[in-house]
């Protein structure tokens, strides 16, 4: 039972399950403060979040700081920049193209991982997969929202998702190849604060600063998204490290991401309800990651 919860599949979905709670959090802080400014609070916190937990934070301080470029690099890249852009994104478009683009970050992954690493290169059967999960992804959304939309704003909005799913796969490399040595916790924990800090202080300009007490739901929320984003990076962190994790299956996991959230509207809000198209979509997703981990079992046996 231990090496079960242990194991990379169980403890990816459990970070994907995770970010899947975060869009109603979003929902509900967006209610009361402005989006870059709400984002960079919630991983500031995040980073303080993971600190009290790190063992032998001392040891481990001492030996980040040979990375320490590194670390404020990957907070830049998977913090600051990648969520201004996924905030700025989805405000330009409508609900079913941002849920696509944003869908399609397992398919930058593989493409960018494919370009950057020796051992992670495309093959048929990862081609399948990603598509046959970009296939469900697109089912979900368009049996959701409609894609209409008009507006100068558009193009500039797919642009910025699509620069947000390149920042994801990048980041990715980043820690396999310059990252691997130092301690999950301190590297989520100090890209976090750092990345949260830096987006605060560019949504000053951006968007105003404003301070006053919210309702309770608001800090409630708040509270959440920067639980969930400290205990997610850092067990996603943690698996980059493992040296027979492959950037491309790992980031396969984020295609349960839309399927919670569907599940979580269905479950939580009082207007949302199954749908047939929706149920098709998710199927095809539970195909493709099936498809996916038959192929890397079939081959890792191969290679014992």
């Keep these: ?34 989006p870059l400014q709400f984002a960079g609070i919630r991983f ?7 600190l009290p937990f790190i063992p032998n934070l001392k040891e481990k301080w001492e030996n980040a700081k040979s990375h320490i470029k590194t670390i404020l690099l990957l907070g830049l890249l998977q913090t600051t920049l990648l969520y201004a852009f996924f905030y700025l994104g989805i405000s330009m478009l409508p ?7 944003i869908g399609s970050g397992p398919l930058f992954a593989a493409i960018i991982a494919h ?3 020796a051992d992670d290169k495309m093959s048929w059967h990862k081609i399948v997969s990603i598509g046959l999960g970009m296939v469900g992804i697109a089912i979900i959304s ?23 799913n390149v920042l994801g796969g990048i980041g990715n490399v980043v820690i396999v190849k310059h ?13 976090l604060s750092f990345g949260g800090a830096v987006l605060f202080l560019i949504s000053i300009p951006i968007e105003g600063f404003q301070f006053q007490v919210y309702p309770t739901e608001y800090y409630g929320a708040l509270g959440w998204l920067s639980f969930l984003s400290a ?30 959230g569907a599940w979580l509207s269905w479950t939580l ?11 098709i979509g998710m199927i095809v997703i539970a195909s493709a990651l099936l498809l996916l981990n038959y192929f890397n079992r079939k081959e890792a046996k191969a290679n014992s």
């Design 1 to 34: 039972m231990k090496k079960y919860l242990q194991s990379t599949a169980f403890l990816a979905i459990v970070a994907c399950i995770l970010w899947s709670t975060a869009f109603v959090g979003i929902k509900i802080g967006l209610k009361y403060t402005t």
């Design 44 to 50: 500031f916190l995040s980073g303080l979040m993971i």
């Design 95 to 101: 609900a079913a193209l941002s849920a696509m683009l």
């Design 115 to 117: 370009m950057a690493m």
């Design 142 to 164: 368009l049996s959701r929202k409609s894609l209409a939309y008009e507006g100068d704003m558009l193009w500039i909005g797919i642009v910025l998702l699509l620069l947000n």
């Design 179 to 191: 990252a691997r040595n130092v301690a999950p916790m301190v590297l989520s924990s100090v890209s």
């Design 231 to 260: 205990a997610a990076i850092t067990i996603w962190f943690t698996l980059l490290r493992r040296p027979e994790v492959k950037i491309s299956n790992l980031n396969m996991w984020k295609f349960i991401i839309p399927v919670m």
């Design 269 to 279: 809000l009082p207007n949302e309800s199954p749908d047939l198209i929706s149920i």
